[in-house]
């Protein structure tokens, strides 16, 4: 069983960047993880999403969003730039085994317990 923490997560400013970190309790090599998030009233929607045969970007983030991966360290990055007020959220990792990246909630076994992006005017 994987158990993920995100972290990283805050308030910034119109045009600001955070970078969040998704860490994983043991190898995650084989998995593939995403960034999903959720705002109030919203459904859950991918944003981002990296494996060892595909990387994903939501269009609404292509251009703003990289993501990285550091398998010595079980860690997945998501860096956040030109962050507008409609990136405000709850962002969660996730991670499918698998060798491809999905969009569908349901393809992901497991979560985070998420982290607060809030981004003002």
């Known amino acids: 069983q994987l158990q993920l923490v995100e972290s990283g997560g805050g308030f910034v400013q119109a045009g600001g960047s955070l970078r969040l970190s998704c860490a994983a309790s043991?190898?995650?090599?084989?998995?593939?993880i995403g960034w999903f998030r959720q705002a109030p009233g919203k459904e859950r929607e991918a944003v981002s999403c990296?494996?060892?045969?595909?990387?994903y970007f939501a269009d609404f983030v292509k251009g703003r969003f990289t993501i990285s991966r550091d398998n010595a360290k079980n860690t997945v990055y998501l860096q956040m730039n030109s962050l507008e007020p409609e990136d405000t959220a709850v962002y969660y990792c996730?991670?499918?085994?698998?060798?491809?990246?999905?969009?569908?909630?349901?393809?992901?076994?497991?979560w985070g317990q998420g982290t607060q992006v809030t981004v003002s005017i």
């Open positions: 996730a991670a499918a085994r698998s060798r491809y990246c999905s969009q569908n909630v349901p393809a992901y076994m497991y």
């Open positions: 043991g190898s995650s090599v084989y998995y593939a």
């Open positions: 990296t494996s060892s045969s595909s990387t």
